[in-house]
């Protein structure tokens, strides 16, 4: 599958040096000191990956109010137009990748921030 081996690919270019500290959930109302505790947690080192029903830019203003998103990050959507031919989504999602590698080139690995969509995944 060309779509699973491009996935797994990004992914490991992507997830390098990782390690997962700890898992938690935000809801949409915040609860006092979340950005604040959040900020901290970042300034000590610790990496954020946030999975979400949420729709893309419902999880964006979530990811700002609560500091998860730095407001200097250079934020890449990925998301698939499910409308495309069979035979363009396999180079659409090459190109994707290709362009959200370029575009966290010039940024700190704490300052890189990945919205993935659904429809990318699925």
């Known amino acids: 599958d060309d779509r699973g081996q491009l996935l797994s690919s990004a992914a490991e270019e992507i997830e390098v040096d990782m390690e997962v500290v700890g898992i938690t959930a935000i809801e949409d109302k915040l609860q006092d000191f979340v950005p604040e505790t959040i900020q901290k947690l970042r300034q000590a080192g610790i990496k954020f990956w946030v999975l979400t ?7 964006r203003n979530i990811g700002y109010s609560s500091r998860v998103i730095p407001t200097q990050a250079c934020v890449v959507d990925l998301d698939l137009d499910l409308s495309l031919p069979a035979d363009r989504i396999l180079s659409s999602i090459g190109h994707s990748l290709e362009d959200a590698l370029a575009r966290f080139e010039p940024y700190d690995s704490t300052m890189r921030v990945l919205m993935i969509t659904g429809a990318f995944l699925g």
Not at 53 to 58: N, V
């Open 53 to 59: 029903g949420d729709k893309l830019e419902t999880a």
